[in-house]
């Protein structure tokens, strides 16, 4: 709670300090008199045998070394006199406000300072906690008043050992307090997640019409359900999604534990807490090493939350042994498993926890699964998809060139024919050509494709930007009619202006998860234009060290996402002579390496024997149309060191292809 503290207390620093400062006066008031050696912990979770708490002057903290826990005079005074409870990971949260802490634990060392004014936020909030405690705490006494458990399949001896009750008339206190709204209440399971958070579960058989988005209400700060089950590793731990998940394995099984997150959205949340828990081990010299049963819903978010969790579990910053788990098999989770079929629900767990790496079953039902569904997106090129293996995949694409051939164009019109034939949201990353720059490529190209002997004639980009065309009306009748087919799929491609506000391959990878955690069946082709002028993901890297961490980032968002990605990279200067090959790519080894697929565009003329080859390439560089090749360099899954050639119009943003069936 450290920020927290400071933010709060920025015009009361001082006084904070002195509170700080009187850590000592308060462990002699709570009867620890000797402390220069180890007492018993202060945590009300550990019983702790043998002394294993030290005071720390330098730092005015204490810390067990059981446990643990570290902890100023705020979090002493909250766990011991508020009644606070720990999280998982022993941090200390003020449910009311670190003001209220403050002011309180002033009171009681009667300190003549200054106190903070509670507003009325404050005061609100603190309501609303406090009337959450209630809930929980009387929610318990009534929990045999509903037969929602019941049918839930969950016991009611481990509904006790979780403190879950039920509510016949509850409310939503948030909403009733801030907006003083007469709500009409709803009989509610409820299962606590925090001292002053829980999940609100309706529990009528049927829900009326209206009231469905309403049927599961989190109320307090987002916590995870059973987090405590981090603290130990000797059991495999299964991380489910929902509440009722978390209790369908602990109810069939006492050889595992199980976490739920509460959400997808909380994989962040998970993640901190798992660090917190490691570094505690760490500083105490003792050995971590759980093992993780992902198990989320069957359904598009479930399973790339799933591929999320896997990369960020085996991750270096982790490091833990995962396993992604079908225990559900049918149904959309392991709730709806259980009360299906209890038995062979029962029987899935227990086998995943003595094999949980069922990988050759779950491998033939993924391929099962896709069988009559297209794992590729057309690229609208019919001669290049037809060596992609009908188009672009969920992996990574580089493609390279000198400057000037146009690679950009080329992707660019690819990203079009995606989002007007596929209706695939295309996110385009432009750290060189801004947003209108490349719109009126695109209108330029269309005008060329619509334009006949009856109609204006066809505009180039930089003539769309002056506007000529809008004085002239046969080229403005050709223009909107670009316009109006441009109309139908351009809210498809979102192209992201990074010419003045250079994001990193880090920044990217964010942005395109974010936006699948909101729309789970929306994947789309990321294009990143391009790897060497993105901004570095550390600051201190060499151009060679960016460029690999940016590389393998890419790497990371097509196979954990599931999603083509399109990266566009430079070429070294020694290449701009010769024929394209894996060395023309600048920091060549890793991109090699990380890529897919390793694409290389350029001019047809360059494997010409000519007397002199630099006259010869600049006079390929004239013709109009210019006759270019796309190199397939690399291709894991398909052919390569093969070619598809084109025809390209630079004069008006165009790609023809030259050998079509």
């Known amino acids: 709670m450290d920020e927290e503290k400071h933010q709060s207390g920025s015009n009361n620093k001082t006084s904070i300090q002195d509170l700080k400062d009187m850590l000592a006066t308060y462990l002699n008031g709570e009867g620890v008199t000797d402390l220069k050696h180890n007492f018993n912990c202060l945590n009300p979770n550990h019983n ?35 009644n606070v409870q720990p999280d998982s990971s022993n941090r200390v949260s003020y449910p009311n406000g670190f003001k209220e802490v403050y002011n309180k634990l002033a009171d009681f060392m009667h300190v003549n300072g200054r106190r903070f004014k509670i507003s009325p936020e404050d005061a609100e909030q603190s309501k609303i906690n406090d009337f959450n405690r209630k809930v929980i705490e009387v929610a318990q006494k009534n929990l045999n008043k509903t037969d929602y458990l019941e049918r839930r399949g969950i016991s009611l001896d481990l509904a006790n050992k979780f403190r879950i009750g039920f509510i016949l008339k509850w409310v ?19 299962i606590p997640t925090g001292e002053s958070s829980y999940l609100a579960r309706d529990t009528r058989e049927t829900v009326p019409k209206g009231d469905e988005r309403y049927i599961k209400q989190k109320q307090g700060r987002a916590h995870l359900f059973n987090g405590k089950a981090l603290l130990d590793d000797s059991k495999p731990i299964f991380l489910v999604e929902g509440e009722f998940d978390a209790l369908s394995i602990l109810e069939v099984t006492d050889d595992a534990q199980a976490v739920a997150l509460g959400s997808t959205s909380n994989i962040d949340l998970f993640c901190r807490a798992l660090q917190q828990v490691k570094s505690k081990n760490l500083r105490n010299h003792q050995p971590y090493a759980p093992v993780f049963l992902i198990a989320l819903d069957n359904d598009d978010a479930g399973i790339r939350a799933s591929k999320e969790l896997e990369a960020r579990l085996s991750s270096s910053e982790l490091g833990f042994d995962n396993y992604t788990v079908n225990i559900a098999k049918d149904h959309k989770d392991a709730n709806e498993a259980l009360t299906s079929d209890r038995a062979k629900f029962t029987s899935l767990v227990n086998d995943r926890i003595k094999d949980p790496d069922n990988y050759l079953a779950n491998l033939l ?10 794992q590729y997106i057309p690229t609208g090129f019919s001669n290049l998809d037809k060596i992609l293996d009908g188009g672009l995949y969920p992996q990574l694409y580089v493609l390279g060139a000198v400057s000037s051939v146009g690679k950009t164009t080329f992707v660019m019109q690819v990203a079009d024919r995606i989002a007007a034939k596929q209706q695939k949201p295309i996110f385009y990353f432009s750290l060189e050509t801004s947003k209108d720059e490349l719109t009126e490529k695109n209108l330029s190209r269309l005008s060329y494709e619509l334009a006949d002997q009856e109609s204006g004639s066809p505009q180039t980009a930089r003539s769309i930007n002056n506007g000529y065309w809008l004085t002239h009306k046969p080229e403005l009748d050709l223009i ?25 391959a880090w920044d990217i990878f964010q942005r395109v998860r974010n936006y699948l955690r909101k729309h789970p069946n ?27 961490r940016s590389i393998a980032t890419f790497k990371s968002v097509a196979s954990e996402l599931g999603i083509p990605v399109i990266v566009i990279s430079s070429f070294n200067r020694a290449s701009y002579q010769n024929p394209v090959s894996m060395e023309s790519f600048k920091e060549s080894g890793e991109i090699e390496y990380y890529a897919d697929t390793l694409l290389g565009l350029q001019y047809r003329a360059i494997h010409d024997n000519a007397d002199n080859p630099r006259e010869h390439l600049k006079e390929a560089m004239q013709k109009n149309p210019r006759e270019l090749e796309l190199m397939i360099l690399k ?21 023809i292809p030259m050998n079509e069936d």
């Open 48 to 82: 702790d045998k043998t002394p294993s708490m030290t005071y720390y002057e330098s730092s005015q903290k204490v810390y067990c070394h059981g446990c643990g826990a570290s902890w100023d005079i705020f979090d002493l005074y909250a766990v011991q006199h508020l």
């Open 172 to 190: 939503n206190p948030t909403a009733a307090i801030k907006t003083g709204e007469e709500l009409t209440p709803t009989p509610r399971l409820i």
């Open 365 to 374: 039902q993924r391929i099962a699964e896709r069988k009559d569904t297209p």
């Open 480 to 504: 909107n009619k670009a316009i109006n087919m441009y109309s139908r799929y351009y809210s498809r491609i979102h192209i992201y202006d990074g010419t003045l506000n250079r994001p990193s």
């Open 522 to 548: 929306e994947k789309p082709v990321v294009i990143v234009d391009y790897l060497q002028i993105l901004k570095p993901i550390n600051d201190k890297d060499t151009d060679k060290e960016k460029v690999t």
């Open 635 to 655: 291709n894991r899954n398909g052919r390569s060191n093969t070619n598809v050639n084109f025809e390209y119009v630079p004069e008006y943003n165009d790609f």
